[in-house]
């Protein structure tokens, strides 16, 4: 009986987004219970549907916890619209938190997403040494169910902290209550579970294109070791990666990142979230979470490029910050392919100009239905993952090799750091802009120990000068904005009701 209640949670969920080509999963009348879990193509759609979830997170939730928390973007306030308050405290700093856990949506939502991730992996592992098929497919089957889990215990652990530590399915309610598990202990998994997953997968050229591979497994492993700050172990990984898996960058920035029918899992992409433009239900639309609005159609339809434009007024998130545009050198070509501007008519704002985020907004064919792939990983961060990773063990001069492979795709001159400490800084803020909208910067901020230098002096920015922020004319911020500068979210209040440990 669980076996078929499995069976059909999965058919029901077991969407492809794995790659340019989504495989079609058998109708569910054609299965049955006995034969569920007993074959390579049964293990083929349980890997399928564990990678379902990582399509909403990244379209919908991801970048609100990773990056709009941070200093690289903000929400652009619309009066005529009114609050979105799960998502601008999340901007705002000033997410209510009690007794360690909170309310905020956005948190429930991202926190459940990885668990069915993790879920979904668990009963794939738990199964999948005992069924008899090819060798090679079920080494890569199990091999992208290590590296899932992984992955979203790295997300989780880093998000919050602590968690439960599931790997086995949970088959009743008091075995879903688990105490929380130590960040020691989640990285401990996740090493081991990654390690594998590296030996399992194929390399780039020999797997599924979007599917997991070797040097993913890898490039996931070096950022751990990075978040522990255990810099001797990243160097030989990313080393391995450089020398062996074949990714080179895109000679130019702007096409390092897929437009939303083409240029997906390209010679840079070491992993990327897949989405399809149309009507299959594999679509995204970051891009209309991130446009400033009220927004007119004539003012939207050069952005997008849709036979059938339509203005929005929705509260809007992601913008640029005006420190983040600052950031850039002069001459760096990656400034124009990321950040645009567009004037907007009927904006309270007083010039009515504001920056989006260029990098995602690819010409489509049907307003709020775009088919970009999302970048995880990219060659350019395995480059400065080597770079920080000697400059940390005294290898100042090495680094600075790696450095400018990325500087130079750039259009940029040669880093003058010569000493571990400007070098250090050096990585930090070449990290900031090559890598801006990509959901990295609230973990470079907690995992280099700055949340409250830089957090603390931006919240004081924005506080000060509420129109360079997006603030019409009178508007400020709320009283409690960038009171809470905590490295870990709150556990989800909802999940804390299910739990006597949170």
């Known amino acids: 009986m669980k076996i078929r209640y499995i069976a059909a949670w999965f058919l029901a969920t077991a969407l492809t987004g794995c790659g340019d080509k989504f495989l079609r999963v058998i109708p569910e009348t054609a299965l049955s219970s006995g034969i569920f879990f007993t074959s390579q193509n049964d293990f083929q759609q349980a890997v399928n549907a564990a990678y379902v979830p990582l399509r909403q997170m990244f379209n919908e939730r991801a970048w609100i916890l990773e990056e709009m928390h941070s200093d690289n973007t903000y929400y652009a306030r619309n009066v005529l619209y009114g609050a979105v308050d799960a998502t601008e405290n999340v901007a705002d700093f000033a997410i209510p938190t009690a007794a360690g856990v909170t309310a905020n949506d956005n948190v429930l939502v991202q926190y459940r997403l990885n668990y069915q991730i993790i879920?979904?992996?668990?009963?794939?592992?738990?199964?999948?040494?005992?069924?008899?098929?090819?060798?090679?497919?079920?080494?890569?089957?199990?091999?992208?169910?290590?590296?899932?889990?992984?992955?979203?215990?790295?997300?989780?652990?880093?998000?919050?902290?602590?968690?439960?530590?599931?790997?086995?399915?949970?088959?009743?309610?008091?075995?879903?209550?688990?105490?929380?598990?130590?960040?020691?202990?989640?990285?401990?998994?996740?090493?081991?579970?990654?390690?594998?997953?590296?030996?399992?997968?194929?390399?780039?050229?020999?797997?599924?294109?979007?599917?997991?591979?070797?040097?993913?497994?890898?490039?996931?492993?070096?950022?751990?070791?990075?978040?522990?700050?255990?810099?001797?172990?990243?160097?030989?990984?990313?080393?391995?990666?450089?020398?062996?898996?074949?990714?080179?960058?895109?000679?130019?920035?702007?096409?390092?990142?897929?437009?939303?029918?083409?240029?997906?899992?390209?010679?840079?992409?070491?992993?990327?979230?897949?989405?399809?433009?149309?009507?299959?239900?594999?679509?995204?639309?970051q891009i209309y979470r991130f446009l400033p609005s009220p927004i007119t159609a004539a003012e939207i339809a050069p952005i997008t490029g849709t036979a059938n434009p339509q203005g929005t007024s929705q509260e809007s998130n992601n913008i640029p910050t005006p420190d983040l545009i600052a950031a850039y050198e002069t001459g760096d070509k990656r400034k124009e392919a990321s950040i645009g501007f567009v004037t907007l008519s009927s904006s309270q704002v007083e010039n009515k100009v504001y920056p989006y985020i260029k990098k995602y907004a690819k010409t489509h064919a049907l307003h709020?239905?775009?088919?970009?792939?999302?970048?995880?990983?990219?060659?350019?961060?395995?480059?400065?993952?080597?770079?920080?990773?000697?400059?940390?063990?005294?290898?100042?001069?090495?680094?600075?090799?790696?450095?400018?492979?990325?500087?130079?795709?750039?259009?940029?001159?040669?880093?003058?750091?010569?000493?571990?400490?400007?070098?250090?800084?050096?990585?930090?803020?070449?990290?900031?802009?090559?890598?801006?909208?990509?959901?990295?910067?609230?973990?470079?901020?907690?995992?280099?120990?700055r949340v409250k230098e830089i957090i603390g002096a931006y919240g004081a920015k924005v506080k000060a000068n509420p129109a360079a922020y997006y603030f019409p004319k009178g508007a400020v911020p709320p009283p409690n904005a960038f009171t809470v500068l905590d490295d870990y979210y709150g556990l989800p209040a909802v999940e804390a009701a299910l739990t006597p440990h949170f």
Do not use: C
């Open 119 to 285: 879920s979904r992996a668990n009963q794939i592992l738990v199964l999948i040494d005992d069924v008899e098929f090819d060798e090679v497919a079920k080494n890569n089957l199990k091999g992208q169910a290590l590296f899932l889990r992984a992955f979203a215990y790295f997300d989780l652990i880093r998000l919050f902290g602590k968690v439960p530590l599931h790997l086995e399915p949970v088959t009743s309610r008091e075995d879903a209550a688990l105490k929380l598990s130590t960040a020691e202990e989640v990285y401990a998994q996740i090493e081991k579970d990654a390690t594998e997953a590296s030996t399992l997968l194929p390399n780039k050229a020999k797997q599924e294109p979007g599917r997991a591979t070797s040097g993913a497994a890898k490039t996931l492993l070096a950022n751990l070791y990075l978040t522990q700050k255990k810099w001797a172990q990243v160097e030989p990984l990313m080393k391995d990666v450089i020398t062996n898996d074949g990714y080179t960058l895109m000679p130019d920035y702007a096409n390092a990142f897929s437009t939303t029918t083409g240029n997906k899992n390209n010679q840079e992409s070491v992993f990327e979230i897949q989405y399809m433009e149309g009507s299959a239900g594999y679509n995204g639309n």
């Open 368 to 449: 709020n239905n775009t088919g970009q792939n999302w970048p995880v990983y990219r060659y350019a961060e395995v480059l400065l993952f080597m770079a920080e990773s000697l400059n940390e063990q005294g290898k100042t001069a090495d680094a600075a090799t790696y450095l400018n492979q990325v500087r130079n795709r750039a259009g940029l001159a040669a880093t003058t750091a010569s000493s571990q400490a400007t070098m250090r800084e050096a990585i930090f803020k070449e990290r900031r802009v090559e890598l801006a909208f990509e959901n990295k910067r609230w973990f470079d901020l907690t995992r280099t120990g």
